[in-house]
């Protein structure tokens, strides 16, 4: 197992970068995002790696953070998603945006993503919703405070029904679903006070004006 490589930067291009390791090349397949982030020619780089392994061929994929790269295999775990679908998914979402959308059931923006229909994207969100808000994601690199108790980071069955409650009701207000669960967590890490979904509902309708 390839953990990551570091080098030179020797070639980028849009799906694949090759990074030269004291006189090795690695053709590392990268996504669109990495690559916008990548350093210019010449310049080091560091790739988190996941070396993927079939019966004629062996492949790199590459990530700037480990947050990404820990996003893409929970994304290879879906069954009809492969490596490339995960980086086609991890190239129009950064990891923050696509928690968000699983978290709010947001099948539709999920959909989005080149190559995954609308029944990949609700594979996507029945198979991983459950392992991202059981976990209660708290990261430098990810979405800070999960939604529930700002100080421990856990959440209620009571605090997780009333987050719940606000944002279906902001989606039956019309608001996009992942922008809802982005505004009502934000409401839960901010306040120190067990909040009903009435209070909840009117501080995050603040954050969406």
Known sequence: MIAYVQGILENLEIDKAVIDVGGIG????????????????????KLYTYMNVKEDEMSLFGFLTRDEIRMFRMLITVSGIGPKGALSILSVFDTDDLRFAILAGDVKTI????????????????ELRDKISNADITSAEGIGQAAGSAS?????GEDASSRDEAVEALAALGYNATD???????????SDEKLDTEAILKLALKELF
């Open 180 to 190: 809802a669960m982005k505004a009502v967590r934000k409401v839960l890490s901010a």
């Open 26 to 45: 690695y053709e590392v397949n990268i996504s669109a995002s990495t690559c916008d982030r990548m350093p210019g020619i010449g310049d080091n780089v």
């Open 152 to 156: 421990t980071g856990k959440s209620s």
């Open 111 to 126: 959909s989005k993503a080149p190559g995954i229909g609308k029944k990949t994207a609700e594979r996507l969100v029945l």
